[in-house]
């Protein structure tokens, strides 16, 4: 079990107790999953549930600083970091400890090498669907489509708040572009700013600031107070 916290040693199933260091960063292995919570007052329901790969350890994540519908049910093992934070339970009952997510794999993410004069594409780490346990170097040869290409120092860091919808938008450390329809609906245009996530009034936001819904917007995300 690669875990790096003693917090994780006195976590039990479900809702959690008390954290003795609720700020302590904390890395797991593990797989991700949707999590089905009955809405009940006093429950503490997170959006997902990770379990480690031992199997032993579970932990319902409330706040996530990125989008992890792609990490979701996919059966892969990832790497995920973050920290737990006190909430209140449904109906704003009782106390919960939940897990918010900072990065998922970010330590088994080197980048990736292209050889113009050879025309192949080096990728330094891939998970093989059924050897979840084994990462691979895998090298790509022409023809292969490259979407888009963006230098980092033509990269743009974009505030909270901020318009990311052009390709050389880089959102701010804690939050994610996020992508919506305004009062317009879907025959409308898109659009994307950087946001900081959060899913319901008593979620945990950076200090200053609070969980507000912003119609025809972003939806919960966490602003200035």
Same mark, same amino acid.
Do not use: W
């Given at each position: 079990?690669?875990?790096?916290?003693?917090?994780?040693?006195?976590?039990?199933?479900?809702?959690?107790?008390?954290?003795?260091?609720?700020?302590?960063?904390?890395?797991?292995?593990?797989?991700?999953?949707?999590?089905?919570?009955?809405?009940?007052?006093?429950?503490?329901?997170?959006?997902?549930?990770?379990?480690?790969?031992?199997?032993?350890?579970?932990?319902?994540?409330?706040?996530?600083?990125?989008?992890?519908?792609?990490?979701?049910?996919?059966?892969?093992?990832?790497?995920?970091?973050?920290?737990?934070?006190?909430?209140?339970?449904?109906?704003?009952?009782?106390?919960?400890?939940?897990?918010?997510?900072?990065?998922?794999?970010?330590?088994?993410?080197?980048?990736?090498?292209?050889?113009?004069?050879?025309?192949?594409?080096?990728?330094?780490?891939?998970?093989?669907?059924?050897?979840?346990?084994?990462?691979? %170097?895998?090298?790509?040869?022409?023809?292969?489509?490259?979407?888009?290409?963006?230098?980092? %120092?033509?990269?743009?860091?974009?505030?909270?708040?901020?318009?990311?919808?052009?390709?050389?938008?880089?959102?701010?450390?804690?939050? !994610?572009? $996020?992508?919506?329809?305004?009062?317009?609906?879907?025959?409308?245009?898109?659009?994307? !700013?950087?946001? !900081?996530?959060?899913?319901?009034? !008593?979620?945990?936001?950076?200090?200053?600031?609070?969980?507000?819904?912003?119609?025809?917007?972003?939806?919960? $995300?966490? %602003?200035?107070?």
């Amino acid at each position: 079990m690669s875990i790096v916290s003693k917090a994780m040693l006195s976590i039990a199933l479900g809702c959690f107790g008390s954290i003795t260091d609720a700020a302590e960063p904390i890395t797991l292995s593990g797989k991700l999953e949707v999590l089905s919570c009955i809405q009940s007052c006093g429950a503490c329901c997170g959006s997902h549930v990770i379990t480690d790969t031992s199997g032993k350890l579970s932990l319902q994540v409330g706040n996530s600083f990125i989008d992890l519908a792609k990490f979701a049910d996919d059966g892969t093992t990832h790497q995920f970091s973050g920290r737990y934070y006190e909430t209140a339970g449904q109906c704003g009952i009782g106390q919960c400890t939940l897990f918010a997510v900072e990065s998922v794999d970010a330590a088994l993410s080197p980048a990736a090498i292209y050889n113009p004069a050879t025309g192949k594409l080096s990728i330094q780490s891939v998970v093989i669907e059924g050897d979840e346990s084994t990462p691979y %170097r895998v090298t790509l040869s022409e023809p292969f489509v490259i979407d888009s290409a963006v230098a980092h %120092r033509d990269q743009e860091t974009i505030p909270q708040g901020g318009d990311c919808s052009v390709a050389t938008a880089v959102c701010a450390s804690g939050t !994610t572009c $996020v992508s919506y329809f305004g009062i317009a609906g879907p025959n409308g245009p898109e659009f994307k !700013t950087c946001e !900081t996530p959060c899913s319901s009034p !008593t979620s945990s936001c950076p200090t200053g600031q609070s969980c507000v819904t912003i119609a025809d917007g972003p939806g919960p $995300v966490c %602003r200035a107070d």
